[in-house]
């Protein structure tokens, strides 16, 4: 190779390196070209190594498929699901700056037509379609309002799968709970005792900071997020690792007696 062409591709990596770093920090670790957008990530490769324990999950193949990454950060799930043939992906997030971060991502890969926009998943209505599949990775547990975003969800943009993730804490255990649960223990005025089994439905609420970062609000137990996913109208299909659930839309629970959600307000016009 000339040395006009090694010059010139040392110059052009380091006008990437250059653009990689004015929009530090990355949460997510991607290569761009031989170059990590976070080396020094605490949790390593992130998020590449932690997908690749349940990649198989999701279909290999997603030709004529259209997905919707909600929380898309830099743009990895968009990515993944490019790799894998799906013809129109739309990443949203409410920071600017992981949307800078998903752009050189998406257009240092070769992914220009990934979409890209500043929107929040309490919002999801305003976009007006349905997607094959829904990425809600690592979202649930930084809103205020979980369960309303799981509605949200499966009202107006899931067609078929979501792949779901949250950060969970408590007992990994399921417990078996009534369709109907009783007041009091039959014959008793004492409460059912199922309300004190660490692996009852249970969503832990933190006041202040996790790990340092006061956005984290919730932290389910892992039979929490299965009944969430299933009272928002999600059928869980796998769960191929503790945190990550893929999910398909099935019925409302007690749809028929109206709207579950209490919904944020409207403008007066509408």
Known sequence: MRRSNIARIDSAKEALRERIEALAPWFQNIDLDGIPTAPEHFLGDYPAFKFQRFADALPADLSGKSVLDIGCNAGFYAVEMKRRGAERVLGIDTDERYLAQARLVAETLGYDDIELRNLSVYDVAALGERFDLVIFMGVLYHLRHPLLALDL??????????????????????????????????????????????????????????????????????????AMLRAAGFA???????????????????????????????????
């Open 153 to 226: 969800i499966r009202e107006h943009v899931a067609g078929d799968l979501m792949l779901f993730q949250t950060m969970q804490q408590g007992s990994p255990d399921v417990l078996q709970v009534p369709e109907d649960h009783p007041f009091h223990v039959p014959g008793t005025t004492q409460p059912p005792s199922f309300f004190d089994n660490p692996a009852y439905p249970r969503m832990h609420f933190i006041e202040r900071a996790f790990a340092h970062d006061w956005t984290n609000w919730w932290a389910p137990n892992a039979a929490c997020s299965q």
């Open 236 to 270: 869980i299909e796998a769960n191929p690792e503790p945190e990550v659930y893929l999910c398909r839309v099935a019925p409302v629970p007690y749809d028929r007696y109206g709207p579950a959600a209490v919904y944020p307000a409207r403008g007066a016009a509408e």
